[in-house]
């Protein structure tokens, strides 16, 4: 068992607290099984609410279970309950921890950030629908007179 921290940084134009929106927020994640080093060809999506049985254990649940195609041994990842996703607020695109995940049999090497977040504008204007799709979002803050935005996102990961 191993604990992985995703850190992320980005360009915020004039907002801040990038967070997903809700718990039920769709992350994507590539994923390598620690075995035989497989990279799965495709991103495969966790969310915090969802959790399965893991097969040989005593009752154990995780939010995500992997079968590797190469190897066929069973893996699994859980979020870190005592480490909800933090927002982010890092000045001039620093990296700042993000969230953490224990995973057992496997590693995740990379993030996509698609999915709808939110983000808080300088004077305290909440924009909910910021799609990261791209990797970047722009808009207009009508209270302030100024655009708004997130660029250059970017993630690494760790060992926590």
């Known amino acids: 068992m191993v604990f992985l921290l995703l850190s ?4 915020l134009e004039n907002v801040s607290d ?4 809700g718990d039920d927020f769709e992350y994507f994640f590539q994923v390598k099984c620690t075995s035989c080093n ?9 969310n915090r609410r969802e959790e399965y049985d893991v097969s040989g254990g005593k009752g154990g649940k995780a939010h ?12 699994s990842a ?10 982010y607020n890092a000045e001039n695109g620093q990296l700042a921890p993000f969230l953490k995940i ?18 808080v504008g300088t004077k305290g204007t909440t924009f909910s629908e910021v ?9 207009y803050d009508e209270k302030t007179a100024l655009p708004v935005g997130v660029s250059e996102f970017g993630s690494t990961w760790s060992r926590a």
């Open 8 to 11: 992320i940084k980005a360009e």
């Open 18 to 21: 990038l967070s997903p929106v």
């Open 38 to 46: 497989e990279t799965h060809p495709k991103y495969v999506a966790l």
């Open 64 to 75: 995500f279970v992997w079968k590797c195609g190469l190897c066929k041994r069973e893996s």
């Open 78 to 87: 859980k979020f870190d309950p005592t480490s909800p996703p933090k927002p």
């Open 102 to 119: 224990e995973c057992r049999g496997l590693e995740f090497i990379d993030f996509d950030p698609r999915g709808i977040w939110k983000c």
């Open 131 to 139: 799609d990261l799709s791209e990797e970047e979002w722009t808009d």
